[in-house]
């Protein structure tokens, strides 16, 4: 089955650091990803999506500055959180659709606390 | 017009019983209907998903029931399992290919 990779599961960083969490998918090719920012039991909010070869599409009032997206190749995007401060301390997770698929497959999401 | 929004927040059910979680939406650009099962610490994965043109969709013990013209949809758990315990996400991804969360319900199977 289709698999989305994300790395790493946990980051812990200093406040004023940047933090890149990277997602893959493993066994198709995603023109399009997503990325998701979840916090402790709440839903999923929808930060940007991603797109292959060209600049992301950011959801209202989420900073592009603050959360920059790359998406390089067919199976990789990156979401490099910038200088960080604790208030991004949160639960961020990825997703792709793979081709001929009509679902999302999802990251297992990475946990960054800021400190 | 863009929510989607899911009920009751958390659920308790007892080892055999049926867990129901319901949903509601407005959008009628809405095209794929998916539930989602998130457990502590790991990402959502898809559980059952549905289209509009369909009233029922059953997969083992999950089954979806939906009603267009109430522009609601609802996960039926027959026999829940204390595995079953997790949080459920109901969703709905608009012709953009928007994925579209409800705001999840706890559940909680006891043994």
């Known amino acids: 089955g289709a698999v989305v990779s994300q790395h790493p599961s946990r980051v812990i960083c200093k406040s004023g650091t940047s933090v890149k969490i990277e997602c893959r998918s493993l066994d198709f090719q995603a023109t399009t990803m997503f990325w998701y920012r979840q916090f402790p039991k709440k839903s999923l909010m929808l930060m940007a999506t991603?797109?292959?070869?060209?600049?992301?599409?950011?959801e209202q009032g989420v900073e592009k500055d603050k959360f920059l997206i790359n998406h390089a190749s067919l199976t990789l995007s990156t979401l490099t959180v910038t200088s960080a401060h604790p208030e991004d301390s949160s639960f961020y997770i990825c997703?792709?659709?793979?081709?001929?698929?009509?679902?999302?497959?999802f990251g297992s999401g990475t946990r960054l606390t800021v400190v | 017009q863009q929510q989607v929004k899911q009920s009751p927040q958390s659920l308790i059910v007892q080892k055999g019983g049926i867990s129901i979680i319901n949903c509601a939406y407005e959008?009628?650009?809405?095209?794929?209907f998916p539930w989602y099962q998130q457990f502590p610490g790991k990402g959502p994965a898809l559980l059952i998903a549905i289209r509009p043109d369909v009233s029922e969709k059953k997969e083992g013990r999950f089954t979806i029931s939906f009603n267009k013209s109430a522009k609601q949809f609802s996960l039926h758990i027959m026999d829940s399992q204390p595995g079953d315990s997790a949080t459920y996400f109901c969703?709905?991804?608009?012709?953009?290919?928007?994925?579209?969360f409800g705001q999840g319900t706890e559940l909680s199977v006891k043994p």
């Open positions: 959008n009628t650009a809405f095209d794929y």
């Open positions: 991603s797109n292959e070869g060209s600049k992301a599409t950011y």
């Open positions: 969703a709905a991804t608009d012709p953009g290919g928007k994925l579209i």
């Open positions: 997703s792709a659709t793979p081709p001929g698929i009509y679902g999302y497959t």
